[in-house]
Structure formats: structure tokens, C-alpha cells
């Protein structure tokens, strides 16, 4: 270091510092406006396909023209009744469960802790199949059960885990217990059902699209419309926190009210979707590691990390209703899961667990 | 040069859990100096120093910034004061230099301000006070041990607090780069009167940066003053458990510390080469 003091002023350090800020900034700018840039394109060339694919066979200007209001009543109520909803669905779960995962990974820090690891997807398939299977309910009534659930889970995970502060591991192992008890709950309700109705909740369990319609839509946007600007507020502190309690608080947050303000949110977001459309797996798990290694900059990547939500959720139920030959059609989850495991597989052979 | 940014504990009792830690402190840091504390493994001065920087409550008196009790200012107040390196800071996965340095900008954004051309320099100054300007691009986990300490000393720069506390800042350095940092943070202390706070384990390099020595054993504060007149064998073996000489330092003059373990006082003889 002494030899760099002698060579340089201290005015030429600071000028070599702030060209290197410069460039740095500009780099990590135009790496993220990429990866932002073939995200959406994805998202959205996957989107017409789910438009425009189908049983009812419709050209690519006949969907516009249905979306836009064309007189074509058939392919209006595909397009309009059928799709477009199913489609916006997935892309609004696909961006709750892309959050719910990112917001829980980066605030326990570790990879494991995504809502459907720790127990709050569990949670809420509890709630819903109990309202099915015991209140013989349905509809909305069932996905109330399903937020209720979940966001039972969560607040006893964040009573057990919140002593002495919320270490990750705690957290985690906490959250895999309750998932195996809300498991026996849901295996103790099936096995003392009918089969047909025992069907029923099996398909919930799965996730998927199918159950699609405005309402529902509408419901979901609205959720999201509400917590996805409180996400947006809790982001720098949550940057932050990244740097470890100690040092967040050094600077300036107090981490315990932002840890809770995360996970509150977290809980929400995976609740939320999961009672929409059941609990799709692996989505929340996988969006943000994938989201991060795009981006690469040690940053939270929320954004890519919705994105990335969005393309898999969107793009696993074209999978499921299409691509699968014949009558094999199945749930959205159950591509997802099929995708997922393997990335588990992969993740644990790479060790990246050892990212605290 | 003179701060009298005043940072001073008066009566601290610090607890983990139900666990009491440090039984009654009181200091005054010295405006404007090098302190340093000291002390054997467990005896509370890394406590003390979290306490200091707001991130442990006492469970008993209080710590007053310039008059007002440390733990109800508001948090983001302090940080524009004070700013603190724990033992072993975390960088976050993959992040580089420049951005890890504009993490301490934190305490003078509001919620909603992005980066502004204040920041930028405040932190290109901290990378240039640093000697770190060269590793802007680089990412943090790519460092030495010695980069990534000066890093993390710019973090703090940036932050731009008045009051810098370090928890073992040479840790896991090589001895040439334990000085390196000591001498980063002499400088800073001599050219803009920033007051440092440091918990050391090196005895030897304690005395030589120490303005005011604060020496700790089992919770309580035992000697403090410059080192000259605090650190001598008696001390040591106070603090330390530890028979020990001190001589004067053959570089600076400031006490050395010679440990005298059981195997001489058995009459152990060593067969090496003198260097006398």
C-alpha cells in the first residue's frame, strides 16, 4: 500500500476511484437492463403462446383481434373467458411466489428457506384441504382456509424462531417440522375422506391454473397491487441486512423490525398465492437463486427474481395443458415439482447451501 | 483536529440471554484519540464495544452520545456518527467493491433518495483513503485478507461517522498487513481527528497505536491511561493470568510485552541461536 502512496496523490486516487465507480455502475446497469430485457421478452413471447395455443384452434390475429373487441364471439370467449384470465393468473401467482421466495431466502439467508420448504405451503394445503374435505366448502371459502393456514404457519414459525433474534437455520428447521405436521394433518383428513372428495383435494394440493376466472384475477392483482410497493419500501433496508445484523444496525436500521417487517410480507405473498392457486411447487424456490445467477452482483434481484416467477409459472402450465401428449394433461405443480427436484439435486451437489 | 464528539458509558452492566457479560463500566472515550481495549479471551471487551456502538442494549446504566442516552436516539442518527466493524464482517454473495463501499452511503440517503453525486464521492474519497481505488470491479470474495479489511474500513469511511469501533480489525492478517491496517487507521485518526475505537488481542501492537489503553478482565474495567503508564507485568498477570516482562520497545519506546510461561520459570534452556 505504501508504494501506492507514493506513486499517487491522493486527488489522483480519488479520480481513479471515481472513474472505476463510474464504470462499475455502468457495467452492472447494462448487465441488469439485459437480463431485464430477455426476461420480460420471454415472459411475454410465452404469454402469447398461452393466448394462442389451445384445443380451439385460433391464429395469432384472431386473438388480437379478440382481445381488442373484434365481433367473434367464439373466439372472444376463449380468448377473454378462458385464457386470458388462466394466463393472468399464473403470471400474478408466478410474481407472488417469485417474491415470497426471494424476500425469505435473502432475510434468513439461506437457499432452503422458501415458503414451500418451511412449512407455509404446507400450512395453507391444511387450511384449504380441511375446508374442502371437513366444511365441505369451496371456492373462495377454501382459499381463505389456504391464507389462514399459511399464515398460521408463519406467525408460530416467527413466535418460535424470534427468540434471541431469528437465526436461518433455526428458522428453517422450525419450518420443516410444521410442514411434516400439516403434512399428517392433510394425510389424517384424506385417508378418513371419499375417494371422490379425497380427488379433489389432491388436485388442490398439486397447483394449477385450471380453477381460473376474473374474480380471482381480480382478487390476486389486488393483493398484489397492495404488498408489491411495500416490497419495493423494504428493499434497501433488506439490502442491507444482507451485510449481517450487526452491521445493518451500524448503520443505521434496526434489523429485528425490518426482519419482521420481510417475513410478514414474505407470509403474505406466499399465502396469498398459494390460495389462488394452490401450492405450485418449487416456483418460490428456484426463482431467485436462477434470478441471481443472471444478475450476479451480490444484489437482491426482486425484480428478476418476479420475472423469473412469472416465466415458470406461466410457462409450466403451457407445458402441463399442452405439450404432454394426449390425455396426460396435468396441474401446473406437477411440472414445476418435476423441475425443481432436480434443481434441488443440483443445488446440494454444488454446495451452494454454504452461501449463509 | 479536536472533536468533542463525546461517547461515554457510565455504569454498563451488558447480558446475553440471562448470561451477565460486563459488570459495571464506565468510560469516556477520549475525543479525537486511538483507544484500544484489551483483555484475555471471554472478558467482555468485544461486549463492551457492541455496546458502545449501539447494537447491544445495557441491561443496566446507559451510554451517552454527547450528552444523550445512545439507545433512544434514533438509529440512523447514530450511524451518521458512529460507525462499527464487527469481528467478522458478511459480504453479501457476488457483490463487488464499489458497491459494498456504497452500503455505508446508507445513514445519509432518505427512503425513497437514490444515489446522488454526494455519494459517489464520498465514497470515491473512502476508496481513495483506502488505497482501494484499484478494486472498485473486484468482487469482495475475490480479496486477500488485508483487501478486504481496508474494504471494509472504506465502508465505514463512506458512512463518513466521527467515531470509527473496530472489533479486532488484523484478525486473520499476516503480520505485516496487522500494521498495514493500524497504520490506515493512525492516519486516519492523525489527519481528520476521527476518534477510533479498537478491541486488539496483540498486546505489543496496543500499546504502539494506543493514545489511551483500556485494559478488561472478567467483566470489569481494570486499568486504563496511555500505555506507558498502564501496561506493565503487573497488569498483565492481572489481566492475563500471565507472568510476563515488559520491556520498552526497541522500535517506538512504547512497554512490549515478553511472556514468561511455565517451561522458563522450570528453567527451560533453548538450545537456538541467540540474536544477541
Known amino acids: 500500500m505504501s508504494a501506492g502512496t507514493l506513486e499517487h496523490s491522493a486527488a489522483d486516487r480519488r479520480e481513479v476511484a471515481a472513474a472505476g465507480l463510474r464504470g462499475a455502475r455502468r457495467r452492472r446497469r447494462t448487465r441488469r437492463t439485459g437480463v431485464l430485457a430477455v426476461l420480460v421478452a420471454l415472459a411475454l413471447s410465452l404469454s402469447g403462446a398461452a393466448l394462442v395455443i389451445g384445443d380451439f384452434p385460433l391464429s395469432p390475429g384472431q386473438v388480437l383481434g379478440a382481445l381488442l373487441g373484434a365481433d367473434d364471439p367464439s373466439a372472444r370467449f376463449v380468448v377473454v373467458e378462458l385464457r386470458a384470465p388462466r394466463l393472468l393468473l399464473g403470471a400474478l401467482v408466478g410474481v407472488a411466489f417469485g417474491l415470497a421466495g426471494a424476500l425469505f431466502q435473502s432475510v434468513l439467508r439461506n437457499p432452503l428457506a422458501s415458503p414451500d420448504i418451511i412449512g407455509i405451503s404446507q400450512g395453507a394445503s391444511a387450511g384449504a384441504v380441511a375446508a374442502l374435505l371437513l366444511g365441505g366448502l369451496s371456492g373462495a371459502a377454501v382459499s381463505l382456509s389456504a391464507l389462514a393456514g399459511g399464515a398460521f404457519v408463519g406467525l408460530l414459525l416467527y413466535a418460535v424462531a424470534w427468540r434471541g433474534g431469528m437465526t436461518g437455520h433455526r428458522f428453517v428447521l422450525s419450518g420443516i417440522g410444521v410442514a411434516y405436521v400439516c403434512a399428517a394433518v392433510v394425510g389424517y383428513l384424506l385417508t378418513r375422506s371419499e375417494v371422490d372428495q379425497a380427488q379433489v383435494a389432491l388436485r388442490w394440493m398439486a397447483g394449477g391454473l385450471a380453477q381460473a376466472e376474473w374474480g380471482l384475477v381480480q382478487v390476486l392483482a389486488l393483493a398484489l397491487a397492495l404488498l408489491v410497493p411495500l416490497v419495493a419500501l423494504v428493499a434497501r433496508r433488506l439490502d442491507l441486512l444482507l451485510l449481517g445484523d450487526d452491521q445493518a444496525g451500524s448503520l443505521g436500521l434496526r434489523p429485528e423490525v425490518v426482519r419482521a417487517g420481510v417475513v410478514a410480507l414474505g407470509v403474505a405473498l406466499a399465502c396469498a398465492a398459494t390460495a389462488a392457486a394452490g401450492p405450485v411447487a418449487f416456483v418460490a424456490f428456484v426463482a431467485a437463486p436462477v434470478a441471481r445467477r443472471l444478475l450476479s452482483d451480490g444484489g437482491l434481484a426482486l425484480a428478476e427474481s418476479a420475472l423469473v416467477g412469472v416465466v415458470l409459472v406461466v410457462g409450466a402450465d403451457l407445458v402441463a395443458q399442452h405439450l404432454l401428449p394426449g390425455d396426460l394433461s396435468v396441474p401446473a405443480g406437477v411440472v414445476t415439482g418435476a423441475v425443481g427436484g432436480p434443481y434441488l439435486i443440483w443445488l446440494m451437489a454444488t454446495g451452494r447451501t454454504a452461501a449463509r | ?276
Request: aromatic share 2%.
Open chain 2, 1 to 276: 483536529m479536536t472533536d468533542e464528539t463525546r461517547l461515554v458509558a457510565h455504569g454498563v452492566h451488558l447480558a446475553y440471554d440471562q448470561r451477565r457479560v460486563v459488570h459495571g463500566v464506565d468510560l469516556a472515550v477520549p475525543a479525537g484519540q486511538v483507544t484500544v481495549i484489551v483483555g484475555a479471551n471471554g472478558c467482555g471487551k468485544s461486549t463492551l464495544l457492541r455496546a458502545l456502538g449501539r447494537i447491544l442494549r445495557p441491561v443496566e446504566g446507559r451510554v451517552e452520545l454527547d450528552g444523550r442516552d445512545l439507545h433512544r436516539m434514533r438509529p440512523r442518527e447514530v450511524a451518521s456518527v458512529l460507525g462499527l466493524l464487527p469481528q467478522q464482517p458478511v459480504a453479501p454473495e457476488g457483490i463487488s467493491v464499489g458497491d459494498l463501499v456504497g452500503r455505508g452511503r446508507h445513514p445519509h440517503q432518505g427512503a425513497f433518495r437514490r444515489w446522488s453525486a454526494a455519494d459517489a464521492d464520498a465514497v470515491a474519497r473512502a476508496l481513495a483513503l483506502t488505497d482501494t481505488q484499484d478494486l472498485v470491479g473486484r468482487r469482495v470474495e475475490e480479496l486477500s485478507g488485508g483487501q478486504r479489511q481496508r474494504v471494509w474500513v472504506a465502508m465505514m469511511l463512506a458512512q463518513d461517522p466521527r467515531i470509527l469501533l473496530l472489533d479486532e480489525p488484523t484478525t486473520y492478517l499476516d503480520i505485516a498487513h496487522q500494521v498495514d491496517v493500524l497504520d490506515l487507521l493512525a492516519d486516519l485518526n492523525q489527519q481528520r481527528g476521527t476518534t477510533v475505537v479498537m478491541v486488539l488481542h496483540d498486546l505489543n501492537l496496543a500499546a504502539r497505536y494506543a493514545d489511551h489503553l483500556v485494559v478488561m478482565a472478567a467483566g470489569r474495567l481494570v486499568r486504563e491511561g496511555a500505555p506507558a503508564d498502564v501496561l506493565d507485568a503487573e497488569c498483565v498477570r492481572e489481566a492475563f493470568g500471565l507472568l510476563a516482562r515488559v520491556v520498552a520497545d526497541p522500535v517506538t519506546g512504547c512497554p512490549m510485552v515478553v511472556p514468561e510461561g511455565a517451561r522458563e520459570r522450570r528453567g527451560a534452556t533453548y538450545s537456538k541461536v541467540s540474536l544477541t
